[in-house]
């Protein structure tokens, strides 16, 4: 039993990353645009490249490691710009100092 309960709070620790998961389709989209990461020292405003959008969240690359539960905002651009926000719910090494960093909106 004990065995099953430390499966359980694996589970609920764990980043949940697969589509299927996340309950939305992601699509490409490349665009360049500033992300203010909200951390415990401050705010830092960072130009990123995007990677994928979905109506949940969205993934860009940085130069930087970003750790999970960083609060994020970011302002799409577009006719109508739209301003979100959002958590850090993933930050992975991709390659040389670049990262891929998937973060979830507060609103959908």
């Not at 405003?45 to 905002?73: N, Y």
Request: charged share 25%.
């Amino acid at each position: 039993m004990a065995k099953q309960s430390m499966t359980a709070l694996q589970v609920k620790a764990e980043p949940r990353t697969n589509q299927q998961d996340r309950g939305t389709d992601r699509k490409p989209w490349s665009v360049r645009l500033k992300v203010a990461l909200h951390e415990q020292f401050g705010t830092r405003e960072l130009q990123v490249r995007t990677l994928d959008l979905s109506p949940g969240g969205m993934a860009f690359q940085i130069d930087k490691f970003v750790h999970a539960g960083t609060r994020v905002s970011v302002t799409l651009p577009g006719a109508k710009p739209i301003a979100l926000q959002g958590v850090v719910r993933s930050c992975v090494h991709q390659s040389g100092r670049m990262h891929r960093v998937g973060i979830q909106f507060n609103e959908r």
